[in-house]
């Protein structure tokens, strides 16, 4: 996976089990992530479980942060209310690849009811693998951010 990174990660009680898997895969890979939670199976609500993982990526505490609910609905609309995050919700290989190549996205949100946990590892792969191409991308991006003012 190439250079160092400093990965979040959370979901809700309908994205425990993927977490689990998710966090094993960057174990594997060697990557440094804090998990934050939750620590248990009960009812949560993900707005507060998106938050601490859209805020240290916003305030450069990590590179990137990886979000799981039920469907990945929910954590992807909480994670784009946050200033500075551009979260997309990927279930299939070739949006991961291209949301880093076109949005430069820092956030990704994922289904654990949607997908199953093997196409779940190799989205997270190439999310994190796949560089920003730049060029005609950034006067998009650049644009996209001024949305916020
Ligand atoms: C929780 O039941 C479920 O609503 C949540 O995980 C997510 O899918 C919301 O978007």
């Known amino acids: 996976m190439g250079q160092i990174m400093k990965i979040a990660i959370s979901s809700d ?3 425990n089990q993927l977490r689990q898997e ?3 895969l960057l174990s594997e890979r060697g990557i440094e992530f804090e998990d934050f939670g939750p620590t248990t199976d009960d009812s949560v609500d993900y707005p507060d479980f998106a938050s601490p993982v ?4 916003a305030e450069g505490k990590f590179d990137r942060g990886i979000l ?3 469907t990945g609905i929910g ?3 909480a994670a784009n209310k946050v200033k500075g995050i551009r979260c997309a919700l990927v279930h299939d290989l070739f949006s991961a690849k291209a949301t880093r190549e076109h949005n430069d996205t820092n956030v990704l949100a994922m289904g654990e009811r949607v997908i199953g946990p093997g196409l779940a590892r190799e ?3 190439t999310w994190l693998d796949t560089s920003f191409e730049g060029g005609r991308h950034e006067r998009r991006i650049s644009k996209l951010m001024d949305l916020e003012k």
Not at 54 to 57: F, T
């Open 22 to 24: 998710i966090t094993q």
């Open 54 to 57: 859209c805020q240290g990526v």
């Open 68 to 70: 799981i609910c039920g």
């Open 75 to 77: 954590m992807s609309i």
């Open 123 to 125: 989205i997270v792969a």
């Open 13 to 15: 009680h309908g994205g």
